[in-house]
């Protein structure tokens, strides 16, 4: 399975943000919307990606004053990402070397969308799913001794 077959299960909504916003701006949104990313552009690229465990940084490096902090303060700059013809066990690898929980899609510097760990994991069971099925079917079609196959 291919990076661009989950996305197409998953969709392609994006969320995205401005480095030079808070960080209170960008916990709203997350919350709002229920994602633990948001991809950071500035002047039309991806310069970067907040994902949950930057804030919780964020948040504690800042203490009582965590809210105004930058996005730009707080981001991963430049984070690995995946292009849309990646096999999965090469993203699942990607992600478990470089502990990245999210992974940015980019197609020729076009942000397609973010996979994370959980859309992986997803895949993964649907695809040993539809797996065992064709084999519990095979099985229940086994050939009868004499008979060809």
Known sequence: MQVSEILAIKGKVLYTIAPNRSLSE???????????????FEHGKMAGILTFREVLHAVQAGGTEWAGTTIADAMVRD???AGPNMEMDELRRHMVDHHQRYMPVMDDGTLLGVISFHDVAKAVLEEQSFENRMLKNYIRNWPEEGEEA
């Open 26 to 40: 960008a916990v709203a949104i997350m919350n709002e919307q229920d994602v633990g990313s948001l991809v950071v």
């Open 79 to 81: 984070p690995l990402s």
